[in-house]
């Protein structure tokens, strides 16, 4: 049997990381996991996240038994592997040279946009919490590795042309794209985190990509949030210059 194609999909929180799982799970050549460090985050940090201790019994808390879990047989022998991570549970001294093995892609999404939406669900904020300096880490050592930039994706780029934004991705990763990532039926998943309570009602009501949110004004954040944006925002437009499908792509890292 052949290895299965493995796609690492680094985000951040509040985009439209878990749609874009429910995208690749659609595909019945595809299997998917849903962010498998997050317990070994959680013990790390110890930081209170909501159902903190139902996360912490749902997944191993050992970073190398989750490497070897990702890297070992796919689950059901599928020929695709999607994989959903969190940049920020990728913390400083974790081993990260299992990704070499992986087509790595990266999700992203304005920080302010994700700081207005993160904060409802969490008070207190810090800029790790939203991953954006880490993802472009990530990046750059994935970028270093290639030779030229890895695959680039803008959550609202997908939302206003979901087969354009989708083709390209897999082009970008070594697939065909398959007319099924553009619909799912509603309801959660087996594959959902045991967190989806605290967080996923609006995906489990979804039945495919939603309409682009009208992002005309720039949200109203308190001055600590627009702090915390500002200084995110160097990063995020680091790789926001590759997006894929803009004349900017072409750029070298």
Same mark, same amino acid.
């Given at each position: 049997?052949?290895?299965?194609?493995?796609?690492?999909?680094?985000?951040?929180?509040?985009?439209?990381?878990?749609?874009?799982?429910?995208?690749?799970?659609?595909?019945?050549?595809? #299997?998917?996991?849903?962010? &498998?460090?997050?317990?070994?985050?959680?013990?790390?940090?110890?930081?209170?996240?909501?159902?903190?201790?139902?996360?912490?019994?749902?997944?191993?808390?050992?970073?190398?038994?989750?490497?070897?879990?990702?890297?070992?047989?796919? &689950?059901?022998?599928?020929?695709?592997?999607?994989?959903?991570?969190?940049?920020?549970?990728?913390? &400083?001294?974790?081993?990260?040279?299992?990704?070499?093995?992986?087509?790595?892609?990266?999700?992203?999404?304005?920080?302010?946009?994700?700081?207005?939406?993160?904060?409802?669900?969490?008070?207190?904020?810090?800029?790790?919490?939203?991953?954006?300096?880490?993802?472009?880490?990530?990046?750059?050592?994935?970028?270093?590795?290639?030779?030229?930039?890895?695959?680039?994706?803008?959550?609202?780029?997908?939302?206003?042309? &979901?087969?354009?934004?989708?083709? #390209?991705?897999?082009?970008?990763?070594?697939?065909?794209?398959?007319?099924?990532?553009?619909?799912?039926?509603?309801?959660?998943?087996?594959?959902?985190?045991?967190?989806?309570?605290?967080?996923?009602?609006?995906?489990?009501?979804?039945?495919?990509?939603?309409?682009?949110?009208?992002?005309?004004?720039?949200?109203?954040?308190?001055?600590?949030?627009?702090?915390?944006?500002?200084?995110?925002?160097?990063?995020?437009?680091?790789?926001?210059?590759?997006?894929?499908?803009?004349?900017?792509?072409?750029?070298?890292?």
């Amino acid at each position: 049997m052949s290895p299965p194609v493995r796609i690492a999909m680094w985000s951040g929180p509040r985009n439209i990381s878990t749609a874009m799982m429910r995208s690749f799970e659609n595909r019945a050549d595809t #299997a998917v996991v849903d962010e &498998p460090f997050y317990a070994a985050y959680l013990a790390a940090t110890g930081l209170d996240h909501p159902m903190r201790d139902e996360v912490l019994a749902s997944q191993s808390t050992d970073w190398s038994q989750v490497i070897a879990d990702l890297t070992g047989q796919a &689950p059901d022998g599928a020929a695709v592997f999607y994989q959903k991570h969190m940049t920020h549970h990728m913390l &400083p001294g974790v081993d990260l040279s299992w990704t070499a093995q992986y087509r790595n892609a990266f999700l992203i999404r304005d920080p302010a946009r994700v700081l207005a939406s993160y904060s409802a669900k969490r008070g207190e904020v810090t800029l790790a919490d939203i991953g954006v300096e880490r993802q472009g880490e990530l990046f750059e050592r994935e970028a270093d590795r290639l030779g030229h930039a890895p695959p680039v994706i803008e959550g609202r780029d997908i939302l206003i042309d &979901p087969p354009r934004a989708l083709t #390209a991705l897999c082009a970008a990763l070594g697939i065909a794209f398959d007319p099924s990532m553009l619909a799912w039926p509603a309801g959660r998943r087996d594959t959902d985190g045991v967190w989806a309570p605290a967080w996923y009602d609006a995906v489990e009501r979804s039945t495919g990509f939603g309409p682009p949110p009208d992002e005309a004004a720039p949200p109203a954040l308190s001055d600590e949030l627009q702090r915390i944006a500002d200084a995110a925002r160097p990063s995020y437009e680091r790789l926001a210059a590759f997006r894929i499908g803009l004349s900017s792509g072409s750029a070298q890292p």
